[in-house]
């Protein structure tokens, strides 16, 4: 008789112990009118069926069945559904981290995507599903475990790293400064006015909103901006001066620099791409 014994090493290398909040399965109908929205926590949403895009920071990301997207706390994001193959996803709510890229330790990421291509994902979700759906004794805890399966076999293939985020007052804060940009951007905003709005220190400020939201507080303000503007170029005939000063950028030369950073058109090219559309 062979007998072969593998010893086990005593690592906590992956003691996530990350709160599970919720578990949902959607599917598209006509009722389904999804907004822009952002969480105080991670969401994973896995693609079982269908196709359609996911919106993230007002970029657009093709999705279809075997998709995994992680998208980070605080990110604004929605879904739209193609209306022939309509889409069918799993969406866990996670409490407490943030991903980054494993390559280098300051590049925190506002969403990443993984193709499922042999299930395995879709194994541990549908196992939790049906945990949650039947509630039998001790449910919970089989499903937290499942959850805590699931990231450690994306982490496995060492793209990103996971990093738990334990000061909710940090996380608050930053939610506040967030908000303040999206309802002031027309004003005049740099990192020094938000350090004294806010009163944390305009480096730890800098820091801390990269690792919780993905981009530097200006840029954010930047794309909140950029966003505005496309509004006014595709729905006014208002002068780029004025769309410019309108979005709360400091002069015409640098809106227009801007802008073609973001979009890789000019203000004027992209106002024409619209109306021919």
């Not at 004794?137 to 990103?160: F, G």
């Not at 507080?217 to 496309?230: A, V």
């Not at 709360?248 to 227009?256: K, L, N, P, W």
Request: net charge positive; glycine share 2%.
């Amino acid at each position: 008789m062979s007998n072969i014994v593998y010893e086990m090493p005593c690592s906590h290398q992956y003691d996530l112990s990350t709160p599970l909040l919720y578990v949902t399965k959607s599917m598209y109908e006509n009722d389904w009118h999804s907004l822009n929205h952002s969480h105080h926590f991670t969401e994973l949403l896995y693609i079982t069926r269908g196709k359609g895009s996911v919106f993230i920071l007002d970029k657009e990301i093709t999705v279809r069945a075997k998709d995994l997207i992680i998208i980070n706390s605080y990110v604004e994001h929605t879904e739209k559904s193609s209306m022939d193959d309509p889409l069918e996803y799993i969406a866990l709510g996670i409490q407490g981290v943030f991903f980054s890229l494993s390559t280098d330790q300051d590049t925190p990421i506002p969403y990443y995507r993984y193709k499922d291509t042999d299930g395995e994902y879709l194994f541990y979700l549908k196992k939790l599903v049906e945990e949650v759906q039947n509630q039998k004794k001790n449910y919970a805890v089989i499903a937290q475990s499942l959850l805590d399966i699931l990231l450690i076999k994306v982490l496995r293939r060492n793209t990103l790293k996971v990093e738990k985020t334990e000061n909710q007052k940090l996380s608050k804060d930053i939610a506040e400064i967030k908000k303040y940009i999206e309802n002031s951007f027309r004003e005049e905003i740099n990192l020094d006015s938000l350090a004294r709005m806010s009163h944390i220190n305009k480096y730890y400020l800098a820091h801390s909103f990269k690792s919780i939201i993905g981009i530097s507080p200006i840029e954010y303000l930047i794309s909140i901006r950029i966003k505005e503007s496309k509004m006014l170029l595709k729905t006014t005939s208002y002068p780029i001066s004025d769309i410019s000063t309108i979005a709360g950028f400091s002069s015409q030369s640098f809106f227009s620099q801007s802008f073609k950073r973001v979009t890789n058109m000019t203000p004027s090219a992209y106002r024409k791409s619209k109306a021919k559309s």
